[in-house]
């Protein structure tokens, strides 16, 4: 059964960083294209980064571009995003996601292109 479990949230001061974690298992990781999503309450969920398979493609929702970093490692099976320089609009619970990927490069920002996802960390940034 795929399975993918966050960890790494909580509550950080405005300029500081976190390190998400994103666990996966029964699913062949190293075939598939994975990404972060962020919600907040009564807003659609929106993609924050996303990572291929091979590891070398990434790609970044602009507001979070320079400080955040997605990167994986696929001994551990796990992917991480490295979060520095914190805002408080930064603040959401943050959802990790992975998607069959079409090409070893290949990354994906909608939503629908993924279908496993795990149960979500949350995220707050105090000012």
């Known amino acids: 059964q795929e399975q993918l479990v966050e960890s790494g949230g909580g509550l950080v001061q405005a300029g500081g960083s976190l390190r998400l974690a994103c666990a996966v298992s029964?699913?062949?990781?190293?075939?598939?294209?994975m990404g972060w999503f962020r919600q907040v309450p009564g807003k659609e969920r929106e993609f924050v980064a996303a990572i291929s398979w091979s590891g070398y493609a990434t790609h970044y929702q602009d507001s979070v571009k320079g400080r955040f970093i997605i990167f994986k490692n696929s001994t551990k099976n796990t992917m991480y995003l490295q979060m520095n320089t914190l805002k408080p609009e930064d603040t959401a619970v943050y959802y990790c996601a992975a998607g069959t990927a079409s090409s070893v490069h290949s990354y994906y920002i909608s939503d629908v292109d993924y279908h496993a996802w795990g149960q979500g960390t949350q995220v707050t940034v105090s000012s």
């Open positions: 029964g699913l062949t990781f190293s075939t598939y294209a």
